[in-house]
């Protein structure tokens, strides 16, 4: 197969205009005559429908939340990216397409990001005339910050609710075309299966969860805008519901998985309290630029923190990286937290965090300027552990946050199946191997607004005149039937163990090998161990209740079992790229300071993986090589 | 280190929206106190399953008090006794040892239980269809800058906006009334430059839509106790002065056409 990422020619900073030039368009009195399916309401599903809607297409949303207001987009904290140069501080499009392609660790394709940058000034001022009501001066104008250690200020941000204000704008525009009949809300709807029809996708299989219902919807191209997959790790920062199944199931249809292994670890989230705990809550990274990282230099310390004399503490972020300090990107953060820890300098009960102190901050900006500052989010720690963070400091450890990996798109966020689309976290396209803080906001919306709406038009209008497939067709009563004996093949098995424990066991395996250190020896056990633990699931898992009403053991058990897969993947491409690369470490492969060493010769490219039929079957890889025309290949350092 | 809690609780159980529902009794043992509300439930619904019983349905998603999904009432009152606190953010240091906690679902006419703890909440996405949006198609947007928001409307706009439409407002009052809901979101678009065009006709249709679901406002207050973003009374009474307005606005202006 050939990957053929339809990057057009000539310069990068012409190519999106041209693009737009040379596809085709649909004129707009025969828009009405598509229809499109967009599942998922986040900021790219709710941005993409909208948009699609008000050009005059006949759209249908799906989304398994009971509104398209709960999508996780909702839990974006601390920003969104603009190549504005407000600040005047010399930021351009040309520097966040640089610093987008070096942060992903060259491991992204240029043309997407450049297309990226230019379109996210449109980000900001469609959303500021949606009623966003991003942070402002005193004089009225906008304002930002730098966040996550960029080194210009182009962050815009509302309070620290920025995802939840730009996913209500997203939903409130998409609400009004809801109004006026032109998008097909369908809330409560879990895709099932992509359906295809002589290789295209021709539509979808949904589960009514309120009811138990399967049902086929046909359209003229189908878009995934399903958020990412950080849930396979069972602990993440991610909302419990998050999962893989609606681009795993496409995958399974044909449509290539690309670099599963890059995910993202973010340093800042509350340690794990006990075996109980459900999921890990992220403190913002906006903590770092005033909160100072220690660890006792002793592996026996039991004083508490303030009780330890600077010379006992080991601030190692400060020695190791004089330069950055505490501001070093998240990865690097993360691995060197993980390393005093698994050197037995952890702090807290469990002994598995990291203090994060602001005493210094206090002592010198005085309580009340942090209080200011952070002081909504002190409020969440203490909620959270009890422990008031102005007297002690708050105990942090990495969490999984965010993937990178997901479908392989083209330039169009066209998948290998024609008419099948991917958005926003669900696809791989513009973070390389590591993201910035606050480009994932950037990156959904860049795709639903202004890039999918147009670039759709391209396939679309090769069928005009043709109607959606008959969703009595055949492919569509055998995808119901598939749905359906799955379903009943979760109520038969009658085994001993909860859904929540295999994912829990599941999630064990990927975090210690698949997670932010990574070697042949053990992500070769993670294998053997994945299968055998997905063998002992189907085996032995326990769904109580029926199908026909609301389960969520029966939601949740199906998302496990696209999880188990997933991992294997994540297993097989870790084990391939045999370098280190953004939030991909290979300990084989780093420098003698031990940062992430690269393997240009060997893996400038993007491993985007073939589903073979079935599980026992590994996946074969294709590569897409990738070019750096523009950014010149270098070692990242931050001493 | 943590303690351990011995607790009992009496659930309201409800097989689908037409079986009729009761409230049955199960022993919470060996409960950490630094977890959750809904951790607790988690460990309640593993050993439930363990013993063959269906584990109870209740709403959640995100545990971080922004989705607003979750949202139970706890012995009577919408999340729990916690101030500013959504169900997900309550966590069990704030209980004893030996309490009964009483669990029951959002309760409202309005709010039809689906099964046990979960509720259908749909009409409050026709609200905001009706009206609570600015109506800005993609590309039409001039530069941000080109209009400025003084920084106090910004932020009074952001107290509003921060509504996590949970409900909780209406499940706590007594009329199970809709304003606390409604006002928030017109107070987030109609204080903002961006939201005057439109004003007047988005008060009307909301507060029309919303009196299609949901019963009449006597002023009680229970719905600002109960919110867990402490939403004011206050949007209320703007939008209160602004639905009058507009039965005037919206006149004069058809009357021009
Ligand atoms: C705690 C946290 C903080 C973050 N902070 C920032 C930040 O400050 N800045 C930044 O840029 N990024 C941030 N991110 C990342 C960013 O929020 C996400 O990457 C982004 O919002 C994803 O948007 P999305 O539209 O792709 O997916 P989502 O918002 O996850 O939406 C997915 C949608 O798909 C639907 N769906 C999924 N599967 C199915 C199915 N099978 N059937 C039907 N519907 C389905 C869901 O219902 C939902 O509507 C943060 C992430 C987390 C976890
Ligand atoms: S689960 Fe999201 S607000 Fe509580």
Redesign the interface.
């Given at each position: 197969m050939i990957l053929d990422s339809k990057v057009p020619s000539g310069p990068i900073q012409d190519a999106w205009d041209n693009h737009r030039f040379n596809i085709q368009l649909v004129n707009p009195s025969n828009k009405r005559r598509f229809k499109i399916i967009v599942v998922g309401t986040g900021l790219a599903g709710a941005?993409a429908s909208?948009?699609l809607a008000?050009l005059g297409y006949e759209v249908h949303a799906f989304t398994y939340?009971?509104?398209?207001?709960?999508a996780?987009s909702?839990?974006a904290q601390g920003g969104i990216n603009a190549a504005k140069n407000?600040r005047n501080d010399g930021d351009s499009v040309f520097r966040l397409f640089y610093d987008t392609v070096k942060g992903g660790d060259y491991r992204s394709r240029e043309a997407n990001v450049y297309r990226l940058a230019q379109v996210s000034n449109?980000i900001?001022?469609?959303?500021?005339?949606?009623?966003v009501?991003?942070?402002?001066?005193?004089?009225?104008?906008?304002a930002n910050r730098s966040f996550g250690g960029a080194q210009v200020s182009r962050t815009f941000y509302?309070?620290g609710?920025t995802g939840?204000?730009l996913l209500?704008g997203a939903?409130?525009?998409m609400?009004?075309q809801?109004?006026l009949g032109k998008v097909k809300?369908h809330?409560d709807q879990e895709m099932l299966e992509v359906v295809l029809k002589d290789g295209e996708a021709a539509g979808i299989v949904t589960r009514d969860l309120?009811n138990g219902q399967v049902r086929s919807h046909s359209a003229h191209a189908v878009v995934l805008a399903t958020g990412g997959y950080g849930n396979v790790f069972y602990l993440s920062t991610n909302?419990?519901?998050c999962n893989t199944t609606a681009i795993w199931r496409a995958h399974r249809k044909g449509a290539l998985f690309a670099n599963p292994c890059y995910t993202q670890i973010h340093p800042t989230c509350i340690p794990q309290?006990?075996e109980?705990?459900?999921?890990l809550?992220?403190m913002s990274e906006s903590l770092r630029n005033d909160g100072r990282i220690w660890v006792p230099r002793s592996t026996t310390e039991t004083r508490r923190a303030r009780d330890i004399p600077e010379a006992e503490r080991y601030y190692y972020l400060e020695e190791k990286y004089p330069a950055f300090g505490n501001l070093v990107p998240r990865d690097v953060a993360s691995r060197n937290a993980k390393t005093v820890v698994d050197a037995g300098q952890g702090v807290g009960?469990l002994k598995n965090g990291v203090y994060l102190d602001f005493a210094t901050a206090i002592g010198r900006d005085g309580r009340d300027a942090i209080e200011e500052r952070y002081g909504n989010l002190f409020e969440?720690y203490e909620?959270?552990?009890?422990e008031d963070p102005y007297t002690t400091p708050m105990r942090i450890y990495p969490a999984s946050h965010y993937t990178m990996g997901g479908l392989w798109v083209d330039y169009n966020l066209q998948t290998t199946i024609p008419s099948l689309y991917a958005a926003g976290e669900a696809n791989f396209s513009d973070h390389g191997a590591n993201r910035l803080g606050a480009s994932a906001l950037m990156q959904g919306l860049a795709d639903g607004?202004?890039v999918l709406?147009y670039t759709i038009g391209d396939s679309l209008s090769a069928k005009l005149g043709t109607e959606p497939l008959a969703t009595d067709d055949p492919v569509f009563k055998e995808a119901e039937k598939d749905v359906n004996d799955r379903t009943q093949r979760f109520l038969n098995i009658g085994g001993t163990k909860?859904p929540?424990?295999y994912h829990r066991e599941l999630g064990k395996i990927v975090w210690e090998h698949i997670g932010m250190g990574r070697n042949e020896a053990g992500l070769t056990q993670a294998i053997s161990e994945i299968k055998a633990i997905r063998e002992a699931f189907w085996k032995d898992v326990?769904v109580?209740?029926n199908g026909d009403?609301?389960?969520?053991?029966l939601e949740k058990v199906g998302r496990v079992a696209d999880f188990m897969e997933l991992g294997e993947l994540m297993a097989r491409d870790a084990l391939d790229r045999s370098e280190s690369c953004g939030g991909h470490f290979r300990e084989e492969s780093q420098t003698d300071e031990g940062e992430a060493l690269r393997n240009d010769d060997d893996f400038k490219h993007v491993s985007a993986w073939e589903w073979q039929g079935d599980a026992d079957t590994p996946q074969i890889k294709h590569k897409e090589e990738l070019e750096f025309e523009y950014v010149k290949l270098s070692q990242r350092s931050y001493k | 280190m943590s303690t351990e809690l011995n607790l009992t609780l009496q659930v309201w159980r409800q097989p689908g929206p037409d079986a009729p529902g009761s409230f049955v009794t199960y022993e919470a043992k060996g409960i950490p106190d630094d977890s959750s509300f809904l951790e607790m439930l988690d460990i309640v619904n593993e050993n439930l399953i363990e013993r063959d019983v269906e584990p109870i349905e209740f709403p959640h998603d995100c545990r971080e008090g922004i989705c607003g999904t979750c949202g139970v009432m706890i012995n009577g009152r919408a999340h729990g006794q916690e101030k500013a606190t959504a169900t997900c953010q309550l966590h069990m240091r704030k209980f004893n040892d030996g309490d009964t906690i009483v669990i029951e679902p959002w309760r409202a006419a309005a709010f039809p239980v689906i099964k046990d703890l979960i509720v259908d909440r749909s009409p409050m996405d026709k609200i905001i269809a009706s009206g609570g949006y600015i109506y800005a198609p993609t590309g039409t947007a001039g530069e941000a800058n080109e209009t400025l928001v003084p920084k106090e409307a910004a932020e009074s706009a952001m107290d509003a906006a921060a509504c996590i439409g949970c409900g909780a407002c209406i499940a706590a009052c007594p009329n199970s009334a809709g304003q606390l809901f409604t006002s928030a979101k017109l107070w987030h678009l109609n204080s903002l430059p961006q939201g005057q065009p439109e004003r007047f006709q988005r008060v009307e249709s909301m507060v029309h839509t919303m009196e299609q679901f949901f019963g009449a406002c006597t002023n009680h207050g229970e719905c600002a106790e109960a919110c867990p973003k402490e939403i004011s009374l206050d949007f209320i009474a703007y939008m209160n002065a602004d639905y009058m307005k507009s039965k005037i606005k919206n006149r004069a202006k058809s009357a021009q056409i």
């Amino acid at each position: 197969m050939i990957l053929d990422s339809k990057v057009p020619s000539g310069p990068i900073q012409d190519a999106w205009d041209n693009h737009r030039f040379n596809i085709q368009l649909v004129n707009p009195s025969n828009k009405r005559r598509f229809k499109i399916i967009v599942v998922g309401t986040g900021l790219a599903g709710a941005s993409a429908s909208a948009t699609l809607a008000e050009l005059g297409y006949e759209v249908h949303a799906f989304t398994y939340h009971d509104s398209p207001r709960r999508a996780h987009s909702i839990a974006a904290q601390g920003g969104i990216n603009a190549a504005k140069n407000s600040r005047n501080d010399g930021d351009s499009v040309f520097r966040l397409f640089y610093d987008t392609v070096k942060g992903g660790d060259y491991r992204s394709r240029e043309a997407n990001v450049y297309r990226l940058a230019q379109v996210s000034n449109n980000i900001i001022d469609q959303m500021t005339a949606q009623g966003v009501p991003f942070a402002r001066e005193y004089g009225g104008l906008m304002a930002n910050r730098s966040f996550g250690g960029a080194q210009v200020s182009r962050t815009f941000y509302a309070r620290g609710q920025t995802g939840q204000q730009l996913l209500l704008g997203a939903y409130q525009q998409m609400m009004a075309q809801v109004n006026l009949g032109k998008v097909k809300l369908h809330t409560d709807q879990e895709m099932l299966e992509v359906v295809l029809k002589d290789g295209e996708a021709a539509g979808i299989v949904t589960r009514d969860l309120t009811n138990g219902q399967v049902r086929s919807h046909s359209a003229h191209a189908v878009v995934l805008a399903t958020g990412g997959y950080g849930n396979v790790f069972y602990l993440s920062t991610n909302a419990m519901a998050c999962n893989t199944t609606a681009i795993w199931r496409a995958h399974r249809k044909g449509a290539l998985f690309a670099n599963p292994c890059y995910t993202q670890i973010h340093p800042t989230c509350i340690p794990q309290a006990d075996e109980f705990q459900s999921k890990l809550t992220l403190m913002s990274e906006s903590l770092r630029n005033d909160g100072r990282i220690w660890v006792p230099r002793s592996t026996t310390e039991t004083r508490r923190a303030r009780d330890i004399p600077e010379a006992e503490r080991y601030y190692y972020l400060e020695e190791k990286y004089p330069a950055f300090g505490n501001l070093v990107p998240r990865d690097v953060a993360s691995r060197n937290a993980k390393t005093v820890v698994d050197a037995g300098q952890g702090v807290g009960p469990l002994k598995n965090g990291v203090y994060l102190d602001f005493a210094t901050a206090i002592g010198r900006d005085g309580r009340d300027a942090i209080e200011e500052r952070y002081g909504n989010l002190f409020e969440m720690y203490e909620r959270i552990t009890g422990e008031d963070p102005y007297t002690t400091p708050m105990r942090i450890y990495p969490a999984s946050h965010y993937t990178m990996g997901g479908l392989w798109v083209d330039y169009n966020l066209q998948t290998t199946i024609p008419s099948l689309y991917a958005a926003g976290e669900a696809n791989f396209s513009d973070h390389g191997a590591n993201r910035l803080g606050a480009s994932a906001l950037m990156q959904g919306l860049a795709d639903g607004y202004f890039v999918l709406p147009y670039t759709i038009g391209d396939s679309l209008s090769a069928k005009l005149g043709t109607e959606p497939l008959a969703t009595d067709d055949p492919v569509f009563k055998e995808a119901e039937k598939d749905v359906n004996d799955r379903t009943q093949r979760f109520l038969n098995i009658g085994g001993t163990k909860s859904p929540d424990y295999y994912h829990r066991e599941l999630g064990k395996i990927v975090w210690e090998h698949i997670g932010m250190g990574r070697n042949e020896a053990g992500l070769t056990q993670a294998i053997s161990e994945i299968k055998a633990i997905r063998e002992a699931f189907w085996k032995d898992v326990k769904v109580l209740g029926n199908g026909d009403s609301l389960n969520s053991s029966l939601e949740k058990v199906g998302r496990v079992a696209d999880f188990m897969e997933l991992g294997e993947l994540m297993a097989r491409d870790a084990l391939d790229r045999s370098e280190s690369c953004g939030g991909h470490f290979r300990e084989e492969s780093q420098t003698d300071e031990g940062e992430a060493l690269r393997n240009d010769d060997d893996f400038k490219h993007v491993s985007a993986w073939e589903w073979q039929g079935d599980a026992d079957t590994p996946q074969i890889k294709h590569k897409e090589e990738l070019e750096f025309e523009y950014v010149k290949l270098s070692q990242r350092s931050y001493k | 280190m943590s303690t351990e809690l011995n607790l009992t609780l009496q659930v309201w159980r409800q097989p689908g929206p037409d079986a009729p529902g009761s409230f049955v009794t199960y022993e919470a043992k060996g409960i950490p106190d630094d977890s959750s509300f809904l951790e607790m439930l988690d460990i309640v619904n593993e050993n439930l399953i363990e013993r063959d019983v269906e584990p109870i349905e209740f709403p959640h998603d995100c545990r971080e008090g922004i989705c607003g999904t979750c949202g139970v009432m706890i012995n009577g009152r919408a999340h729990g006794q916690e101030k500013a606190t959504a169900t997900c953010q309550l966590h069990m240091r704030k209980f004893n040892d030996g309490d009964t906690i009483v669990i029951e679902p959002w309760r409202a006419a309005a709010f039809p239980v689906i099964k046990d703890l979960i509720v259908d909440r749909s009409p409050m996405d026709k609200i905001i269809a009706s009206g609570g949006y600015i109506y800005a198609p993609t590309g039409t947007a001039g530069e941000a800058n080109e209009t400025l928001v003084p920084k106090e409307a910004a932020e009074s706009a952001m107290d509003a906006a921060a509504c996590i439409g949970c409900g909780a407002c209406i499940a706590a009052c007594p009329n199970s009334a809709g304003q606390l809901f409604t006002s928030a979101k017109l107070w987030h678009l109609n204080s903002l430059p961006q939201g005057q065009p439109e004003r007047f006709q988005r008060v009307e249709s909301m507060v029309h839509t919303m009196e299609q679901f949901f019963g009449a406002c006597t002023n009680h207050g229970e719905c600002a106790e109960a919110c867990p973003k402490e939403i004011s009374l206050d949007f209320i009474a703007y939008m209160n002065a602004d639905y009058m307005k507009s039965k005037i606005k919206n006149r004069a202006k058809s009357a021009q056409i």
